[in-house]
């Protein structure tokens, strides 16, 4: 075969596994020896529209080990999204350096620039084989049964709710967690990981797949507080009512949006300072704290799932694997999807981009239960081999009581 160039790149959130696909894919490149050259690009597809490229060819394998274990983009991310025009630029660079391989980490979005840059690739007659590597914490990517970073970021907020949950039984009163997530309740969800005694909290999970009533809401936190003495709540930034609304804009006269139109969900503490409002203006309740974890989740530092990193690392590596490797049905390139088996272990399938490209996958029914405001046994199920063998849980005193004297 041929010398070829490869070319990897990282789009959107960073993870605290996304560098393990990169590495991935810069070490199972050397394994070929007619990869000639591995390519990275700074700042997602911003870095190859403006050629701002490094030669990764040139790393140490020491060097890139201890880049696969640090969090956030290594290559630095963007949050550009290309439309038809930028991803022709995309091409113009690649075909200039003479890229035969082009390699993207993300979600969504990303997706969706691979499957128009591999188009672009082909009517221009062009062989150039597009792989399209999964990672969001979000775990919203269709036709996977999870994505790499999303264990991780699942570990962070039931880790952070163990412990929240443990001050407020400690001091009781109402705690509120703000957790990401716009459309999928995924990562919210992973706060029910918390508990292991029956009172523990998280008492209240709300989720964007499901309607929120402010009303009902309160009626909720009213009944929780009295049966507890305490409440513990986890609340997805994309809670919205029966319209579709964001409840951050119901609550709030002042409501920023991004660039694409979006109302600001994260990187504010506005919806847990509304909520946790109501709460003491409406039911009376004193103590009331609430917490946005906001941009924590993606790149905490020594919170990383096991399973999350062999499986991002396993991700890059079958993505050269499958470029390299490919029939003609699949010349153009696909999708790294990671498939559950048994109990538990994963197998990779390379899909159609097109059937993953700017699709948005969200929690099951059968993982939300019939209140709305939790999760099922078969998302517990789902989740809890996805955080790893070191998942810490609490202990409690037994608090065997002494008989009164003075006061019986």
Not at 44 to 71: C, H, K, Y
Request: neutral net charge.
């Amino acid at each position: 075969m041929p010398p070829v160039k490869i070319l990897v790149a990282q789009g959107g959130g960073p993870t605290a596994v996304i560098n393990q696909s990169m590495v991935g894919v810069v070490q199972e490149a050397r394994r070929f020896a007619q990869i000639e050259q591995v390519i990275g690009a700074r700042f997602g597809v911003r870095g190859i529209v403006d050629e701002n490229l490094i030669d990764l060819s040139q790393e140490s394998n020491f060097n890139l080990e201890q880049v696969a274990n640090t969090p956030s983009s290594a290559l630095g991310s963007t949050r550009d999204k290309p439309d038809e025009k930028y991803c022709a630029e995309i091409f113009k660079v690649l075909r200039a350096h003479e890229i035969g391989h082009f390699f993207y980490i993300g979600g969504n979005d990303s997706s969706d620039t691979v499957r128009i840059v591999s188009e672009a690739a082909q009517q221009a007659g062009y062989p150039l084989r597009c792989i399209h590597i999964p990672k969001t914490i979000d775990n919203d990517l269709v036709g996977n049964d999870h994505t790499p970073g999303f264990p991780s970021a699942a570990k962070f907020v039931a880790q952070a709710f163990a412990g929240a949950n443990l001050d407020n039984a400690s001091l009781p009163g109402v705690y509120v967690g703000v957790v990401m997530g716009r459309h999928a309740g995924f990562l919210t969800a992973a706060a029910a990981m918390a508990k292991t005694f029956p009172d523990d909290g998280p008492h209240l999970i709300y989720l964007p797949e499901r309607t929120f009533d402010i009303a009902q809401f309160l009626t909720d936190v009213k009944t929780t507080y009295d049966k507890y003495g305490r409440c513990v709540i986890a609340v997805s930034e994309g809670i919205h009512d029966a319209s579709g609304t964001a409840i951050i804009s119901l609550l709030s006269k002042d409501v920023e949006k991004d660039a694409h139109g979006n109302v600001q969900l994260s990187g504010t503490g506005a919806l847990a300072d509304l909520l946790c409002e109501e709460i003491k203006s409406k039911l009376g309740i004193k103590r009331v704290r609430g917490d946005t974890f906001g941009y924590l989740q993606r790149s905490f530092l020594g919170c990383v799932s096991d399973v999350d990193q062999h499986e991002a690392r396993e991700v890059g590596e079958k993505a050269v694997q499958f470029a390299l490797r490919g029939t003609r049905s699949d010349s153009r390139g696909g999708s790294v999807a990671i498939r559950r088996t048994g109990d538990y272990a994963v197998n990779y399938d390379l899909i159609a981009l097109e059937a993953v490209a700017g699709k948005t996958r969200v929690m099951e029914d059968a993982f939300i239960n019939a209140s709305g405001t939790g999760v099922t046994d078969a998302f517990h199920a789902y989740l809890r081999p996805l955080l790893g063998r070191d998942f810490p849980q609490a202990a409690r005193l037994r608090m065997n009581a002494i008989d009164k004297i003075l006061k019986k």
